[in-house]
Antibody, heavy 124, light 111 residues
């Protein structure tokens, strides 16, 4: 069965960086992309970006350009999301999700499988 | 402010039908991009319930249906059940932002 297992909760200080991992299993990792979505406490969902697990192509949300980097390690079927220069409003649960867009970002993308979420708290 | 506008809340009695709207613009829904819907129970990851405007993933009851017209989309839930009480989000693509977007979410209360 398809599973996405994310790394544990993190507490960071403002200005620091965080790297969240998402280990995939139950499917051919390079046949899909991975999207990252975050949700601030009590707030809605925010799309952060997408990465192709096949060729590493990325498409980042304009709001996060320059602060976010998404990568994959095909040898371990793991995707990573690094967010730099953290601010208090980056405090959120971060989700990875499998995306059917495998090679380039498809505007019709949606996510059937999701990780369990990783809480990132930014506080001094 | 979300690019896709949803009502903050809707409610209905068990057995009733409710609809949740998702209003966009000419750069997203109105441009023909697909709309997807997710259900999120408290403390859990979102669950895909409608994809490609009106398609249901395997295992999603046919009480859930989706439609799209012009710059808006709708999620309808018939035969409302207590377990349907959750937050619902629409998702689409926006050409101006060159990325995916979510609606602000709608909290469904089953009375």
């Amino acid at each position: 069965q398809v599973q996405l297992v994310q790394s544990g909760a993190e507490v960071k200080k403002p200005g620091a960086s965080v790297k969240v991992s998402c280990k995939a299993s139950g499917y051919t990792f390079t046949s899909y992309g991975i999207s990252w979505v975050r949700q601030a406490p009590g707030q809605g969902l925010e799309w952060m970006g997408w990465i192709s697990a096949y060729n590493g192509n990325t498409n980042y949300a304009q709001k996060l350009q320059g602060r976010v980097t998404m990568t994959t390690d095909t040898s371990t079927s793991t995707a990573y999301m690094e967010l730099r220069s953290l601010r208090s409003d980056d405090t959120a649960v971060y989700y990875c999700a499998r995306d059917p867009s495998a090679y380039y970002y498809d505007s019709s993308g949606y996510s059937l499988y999701w990780g369990q979420g990783t809480l990132v708290t930014v506080s001094s | 402010q979300s690019v896709l506008t949803q009502p903050p809340s809707v409610s209905g009695a068990p057995g009733q039908r409710v609809t949740i709207s998702c209003t966009g613009s000419s750069s997203n829904i109105g441009a023909g991009y697909d709309v997807h819907w997710y259900q999120q129970l408290p403390g859990t990851a979102p669950k895909l319930i409608i994809y490609g405007n009106s398609n249901r993933p395997s295992g999603v009851p046919d009480r859930f249906s989706g439609s799209k017209s012009g710059t808006s989309a709708s999620l309808a839930i018939t035969g409302l059940q207590a377990e349907d009480e959750a937050d619902y989000y629409c998702q689409s693509y926006d050409s101006s932002l060159s990325g995916s977007i979510f609606g602000g979410g709608t909290k469904l209360t089953v009375l």
